[in-house]
């Protein structure tokens, strides 16, 4: 016996926001500087939990700029920190935000800032190819 048309049609509705969500947070992350070219599939369960605890997207952004902010905009004297291995690493700065409520001006601030850093790896993404060197901006 098939559930009724309405229960399907909410139920397919759901399956598609949760997975536009995690599509969303996943692109996002392999955009930024340091991640890798690809997500795994723990990033992806992740990033489903995250959808699961209703963090919004916004939250999951600016922690994400927050935390690539502090990472990169360091001196180039400093040693350079390791790659950033795992979606996890923005557990931190997502409590973060949500817990501090940042100004959306202070995350536009930060989030022009490491732009040049964003744009550095896109042709990483179009070849599949990490070829970049030091991405920090003095």
């Not at 139920?11 to 930024?32: E, F, G, Q, S």
């Not at 920190?81 to 601030?109: C, G, M, N, S």
Request: charged fraction near 25%; hydrophobic fraction near 40%; charge should be positive.
């Amino acid at each position: 016996m098939k559930p009724p048309r309405a229960a399907r049609k909410s139920r397919d509705h759901a399956i598609r926001t949760r997975l536009a969500y995690v599509d969303a947070v996943v692109t996002n992350y392999v955009r930024l500087p340091g991640t890798p070219l690809r997500a795994s599939r723990q990033d992806r369960h992740f990033a489903g939990s995250l959808y699961e605890q209703r963090v919004p997207l916004r939250a999951v952004y600016a922690a994400f700029v927050l935390a690539i902010a502090r990472r990169e905009l360091r001196s180039a004297s400093l040693p350079r920190l390791p790659a950033i291995r795992t979606l996890r690493f923005f557990q931190a700065a997502i409590d973060e935000v949500l817990k501090a409520q940042l100004d959306p001006a202070y995350v536009h601030y930060l989030a022009a800032k490491i732009t040049p850093l964003v744009a550095q790896k896109q042709p990483a993404l179009r070849t599949g190819r990490d070829d970049t060197s030091d991405s920090r901006v003095s």
